[in-house]
């Protein structure tokens, strides 16, 4: 009796003791189990190139997808996918013996998560014959991936009435032994959580799922929208304005002191803030860690501001590259090679298609450089002036960047160089086989029409119209104009 007090106290101290270690130990386990952060391995960043197609920025953390389900969806929804090959059929860059394509990295945080990052845009292929291998350049425009379907695929998926824990869970047994515990935290945590983000993407991105807006095709993207609807929350507009992937190399030559604007717009002022949106963009979200993330940014700024676009790859006539420099210099220099260069063009002057342009408003990059702000990240920032043309683009690479425009609506420089009613009306984008006697990729007939998305210049957003510089000069002029290039 004496003694009963202190012993129940010390009872009743030692339940406390082990529920205390309990929760640490359910707590450790939670934590290990879905936020530990590991680094990825070593042949990630074993080269730069490397790095740059499947070395994560981040966006694990809020826009990742846990890997096993990743894995399991095209065996699940074969009939989602636009052919045989699963991710592969969206046009998605893959080389030979990789886990992932290129543009998907692979992080464990806390479980393996696969999210993107920039070489899924901007990391392209072609073939100089039927029978080759695809070259793969980084850093140049994916003129093959269908990203708005690639995107819908995800949110279908996660509406499908099949997409539930337990046939998941089968079809992950059938590839992978987990533990008990994984089994369980997929099933009950990792799976519903997937699927109700999947979900909320729909909404953000309702614009996407629009039926009267036509496809972007494979080759472009709608960024400015993206960019609009992602970071300001506007409500949505009627505007369109899917434009090609642009190349991402050599970045360097823009002199923002010189007062170049960057985007296909001008609608942003160097590639220090480009790199931080488009990251942004990836990540979903504000950065975990706002060091590693200025880190991440300063090694691409490097990196693509060092990076050279690749020679063509066929033998060219170095007395037709001569002349046709000649020709280069009296009708396209004072664009193309001149102070006018990386600077916005009027829309008046060049007259091309304009709905790109008005996807984007001086007040839209007002809103998204103080959400950037709100973030303590500093830069220069989007163009607070209102969109009124394009760029004068740089043409380094040309030959790598069809089809032509900021819309891609034309699909070889050859047919650039004709007035507008002679361009083609439809053709495919997409193949990947080289056509070098028009320069560009082959976009007509059944392997481009099988390979490809078709294109309809009639469709909003993809006019052919304008540019129409160098239309009238003599053949050779312009068989020599485009020998030279060829060479850029
Ligand atoms: C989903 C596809 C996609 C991803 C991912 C992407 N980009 Fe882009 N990027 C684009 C498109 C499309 C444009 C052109 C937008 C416009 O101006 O209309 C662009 C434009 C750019 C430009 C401007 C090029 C110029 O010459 O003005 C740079 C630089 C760039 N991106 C770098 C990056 C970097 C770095 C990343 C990764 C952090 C990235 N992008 C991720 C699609 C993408
Ligand atoms: C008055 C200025 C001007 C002149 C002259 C001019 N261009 Fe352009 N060029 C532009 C602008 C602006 C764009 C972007 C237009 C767009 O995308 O809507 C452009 C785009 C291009 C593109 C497409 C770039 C891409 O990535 O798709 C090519 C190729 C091109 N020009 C070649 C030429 C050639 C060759 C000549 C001479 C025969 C020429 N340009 C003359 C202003 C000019």
Redesign the pocket.
């Known amino acids: 009796m004496k003694h009963g007090q202190p012993r129940k106290k010390r009872k009743v101290k030692f339940v406390l003791f082990v529920l205390v270690v309990l929760a640490a130990i359910v707590g450790f386990t939670g934590w290990y189990k879905l936020f530990r952060e590991e680094p990825q391995p070593d042949w990630v960043t074993a080269t730069p190139d490397m790095r740059f197609k499947y070395g994560s920025l981040g966006g694990e953390y809020d826009s990742g997808i846990p890997y096993w389900i990743f894995y399991v969806l095209p065996r699940m929804f074969p009939e989602k996918f636009p052919g045989a090959g699963g991710y592969a059929s969206f046009g998605i860059v893959w080389e030979q013996g990789q886990e992932l394509p290129v543009g998907f990295t692979k992080k464990v945080i806390g479980f393996p998560r696969v999210a993107n990052n920039c070489a899924s845009c901007h990391t392209t292929t072609y073939r100089k014959t039927v029978n080759e291998n695809p070259t793969v350049v980084v850093a140049g425009p994916n003129h093959t991936l269908n990203l708005e379907g690639f995107f819908r695929l995800l949110v279908d998926c996660a509406k499908d009435p099949r997409f539930t824990p337990d046939n998941l869970m089968r079809e992950i047994a059938l590839v992978t032994d987990l533990s008990w515990l994984d089994r369980a935290l997929y099933r009950y945590a990792i799976i519903p959580l997937t699927r109700k983000r999947l979900l909320e993407r729909e909404q953000q991105f309702a614009w996407v799922y629009r039926k009267d807006f036509p496809e972007w095709g494979r080759g472009r993207d709608d960024a400015f929208n993206l960019t609009k609807y992602f970071m300001i929350k506007s409500p949505m507009d009627n505007s369109i304005g899917p434009t090609?992937m642009?190349s991402v190399w050599n970045l360097k030559k823009y002199k923002p002191e010189q007062g170049m604007l960057m985007n296909?717009a001008g609608d942003s002022h160097d590639a220090h803030s480009v790199i931080i949106d488009s990251a942004l963009g990836l990540l979903g979200a504000k950065p975990h860690n706002k060091e590693d993330f200025l880190g991440q940014v300063a090694w691409l700024e490097k990196y693509l501001g060092e990076i050279q676009a690749p020679k063509y790859p066929f033998a060219v006539d170095p007395a037709k590259v001569k002349t046709g420099a000649a020709v280069?210099d009296k009708?396209?220099a004072?664009?193309?090679a001149s102070d006018?260069t990386g600077k916005r063009?009027p829309i008046e002057?060049?007259a091309?298609?304009r709905e790109r342009l008005d996807t984007w408003s001086k007040a839209a990059a007002v809103e998204s450089n103080k959400v950037v702000r709100n973030f303590g990240i500093e830069r220069k920032g989007l163009v607070e002036m209102e969109p009124s043309?394009?760029?004068?683009?740089f043409?380094d690479g040309?030959w790598l960047?069809a089809p032509?425009?900021?819309n891609g609506s034309v699909p070889t420089?050859r047919d650039?160089?004709k007035p507008v009613s002679q361009r083609p009306k439809v053709f495919y984008r997409g193949y990947d086989l080289y056509d070098p006697v028009n320069v560009g990729f082959i976009a007509q007939g059944p392997e481009a029409e099988r390979a490809g998305s078709k294109f309809d210049v009639n469709q909003r957003a993809s006019s052919n119209k304008?540019?129409e510089?160098?239309v009238n000069l003599p053949n050779p002029d312009k068989d020599a104009?485009l020998e030279y290039?060829k060479t850029l």
């Open positions: 090609d642009p296909l280069f009708n396209c004072r664009c193309h006018r063009i002057e060049v091309t298609d043309g394009y760029l004068a683009a043409l040309i960047r032509y425009l900021h420089l650039l160089l304008g540019h510089y160098g104009l290039l």
